[in-house]
């Protein structure tokens, strides 16, 4: 076996490589047939990056796998394996940035980067720190800015969706939504209204849009939270309504006296899963 595909812990598609005892002796990196690919096919020198410093790529010795070893290789790897304690049956990230240009991570510092990025978003205290945020994440996992979004949208709508104990003290309309959330919202619909699609700019230049609370007992959980137009959130108040749920708990359909809408939910454009690749280095 030189790969296998199992779901991924983070809401993000990635490459591992399974190390070995033998290669972490040799100080070397082995490329498994499965990724040799990526890799140039003559003799070079390549750009490493270890974690996110893409300003200090280092130059390695690259071997491909039509050399005498029959084995493609990445070298000058010993004081990598030496400073993050890699052992045997470690696996480590890796990121192909452009040709070339290569980024390893181990997968613990890998998961727990952008965990520790994700905790900081959640927190965030206005959009321009958010995006700040999701921006770092792209960077990290070499990602694109939208995937990014639609990853961490992801990510949050997994979360279980708890109901206030009691009444919120603020109506509907004026529960403030946490900085992420709003940012990442904004952001997918481009400040467009999910049910009718309307949308304008102000003169700052930037999206006019309410999110709505469909019940407010449901607090920010994203299944909860509705990008709309002021005249849309003006008719959840105050016509007649009905709702049409799907059995995820997402709202698709709503009437608003006699006239019936479908609803933009972005979740139909998300991925079911993230994946992880193992890639296997011969014993």
């Known amino acids: 076996m030189t790969m296998k595909t199992v779901e991924s812990k983070l809401p993000f598609n990635y490459k591992t490589i399974r190390v070995t005892q033998s290669r ?23 750009y ?10 280092i130059l390695k010795n690259f071997t491909p796998y039509s050399s005498s070893s ?56 206005d959009e321009v720190e958010a995006g700040s945020k999701l921006q770092q994440i792209s960077t990290i996992t070499n990602y694109g800015f939208e995937e990014t979004l639609l990853s961490e949208f992801y990510r949050l709508s997994k979360k279980d969706v708890n109901k206030r104990i009691s009444k919120p003290r603020v109506s509907k309309a004026k529960m403030s939504v946490p ?3 709003r940012t990442i919202l904004s952001t997918i619909y481009n400040g467009k209204c999910q049910i009718s699609g309307f949308g304008f700019l102000m003169k700052t230049g930037k999206s006019y849009f309410e ?17 709309v137009s002021p005249n849309i959130h003006a008719q959840f108040t105050y016509a007649n309504l009905e709702e049409f749920f799907d059995e995820q708990g997402w709202l698709r359909r709503v009437k608003f006296n006699n006239d019936e809408f479908i609803v933009n939910q972005i979740i139909d454009s998300v991925p079911i899963k993230y994946k992880k690749e193992i890639h296997y280095q011969f014993n």
């Open 179 to 181: 900085a992420s959330i």
């Open 211 to 227: 999110i709505h609370h469909i019940k407010p007992d449901l607090g920010h959980h994203l299944k909860n939270l509705l990008v």
């Open 24 to 46: 972490i002796n040799k100080g070397l990196l082995a490329i498994p047939v499965s990724l040799i690919d990526y890799f140039p096919k003559r003799k070079n020198r390549i």
């Open 48 to 57: 490493v990056a270890f974690g996110n410093k893409d300003k200090e790529a």
């Open 70 to 125: 029959r084995e493609s290789r990445i070298g000058g790897m010993k004081s990598f394996y030496k400073d993050f304690k890699v052992q045997d049956g470690d696996e480590l990230v890796i990121q192909i940035l452009d040709k070339d240009r290569y980024r390893i991570f181990t997968e613990k510092q890998f998961e727990n980067k952008i965990t520790k990025i994700e905790e900081e978003l959640d927190k965030s205290k």
